[in-house]
């Protein structure tokens, strides 16, 4: 268990010898019965049609397209079959862990706030795992992935959305920045 009781299962291997990460858990102790957290190694998220913001959309289909499922790179919050929430983020070889995107379907306005609160409060007893041994009082965020998408103005949009969601959720200019995110928007949520 870690500081805010999620179970995270890790384990070490495959061909790139990188660390998977395990959640399955009902999220009734963040006052949502019946929704349930998992990592995609559990369950791969299937989003379809518009109800998802498109940069979020487009940056789960885009970690799926890697490793980032078997790995364990999404959580998702699942309501009866069907993903209402999800968290997109990365493990660098050092420093926090770091989102690059995290959010809810359009059609969620009910329990929205709740369901990230538990997404970052999954992350940082991911952080918590031996096997990672990271802070578990910072997360970084970054729309770094954006630069793949090849529409440039949509790509220029998506970042904006993308940094809008993170300031909504009290994340703040990262200074100074390590060297992965030189030169890129990159921010910062302490935890006390």
């Not at 349930?36 to 487009?58: D, M, Q």
């Not at 890697?66 to 999800?86: D, E, M, P, T, Y």
């Not at 041994?133 to 090849?150: A, G, I, K, N, V």
């Not at 949009?157 to 990159?186: C, D, I, M, N, T």
Request: charged share 30%.
């Amino acid at each position: 268990m870690g500081q805010l009781d999620f179970t995270v299962h890790a384990s070490v291997g495959g061909v790139d010898n990188d660390v998977k990460i395990r959640v399955d858990a009902p999220l009734d102790r963040f006052g949502l019965p019946g929704l349930t957290l998992r990592s995609s190694s559990v369950k791969a998220p299937n989003i379809e049609g518009t109800r998802w913001p498109p940069e979020l959309a487009w940056a789960i289909t885009d970690r799926l397209a890697g490793a980032g499922a078997r790995k364990g790179r999404i959580l998702a919050v699942w309501q009866s079959g069907q993903v209402v929430a999800a968290c997109v983020w990365h493990v660098h070889e050092r420093g926090p862990l770091t989102i690059f995107d995290l959010g809810c379907r359009n059609d969620v306005k009910k329990d929205a706030d709740r369901m990230r609160t538990a997404l970052l409060a999954c992350l940082r007893d991911i952080a918590e795992v031996p096997e990672l041994h990271r802070t578990t009082d910072q997360l970084y965020w970054t729309d770094l992935p954006l630069d793949r998408m090849p529409d440039k103005e949509q790509r220029k949009q998506a970042k904006h959305e993308v940094r809008q969601r993170a300031a909504s959720l009290k994340f703040g200019p990262l200074s100074p920045r390590p060297r992965w995110l030189k030169g890129e928007w990159a921010a910062v949520r302490r935890f006390s």
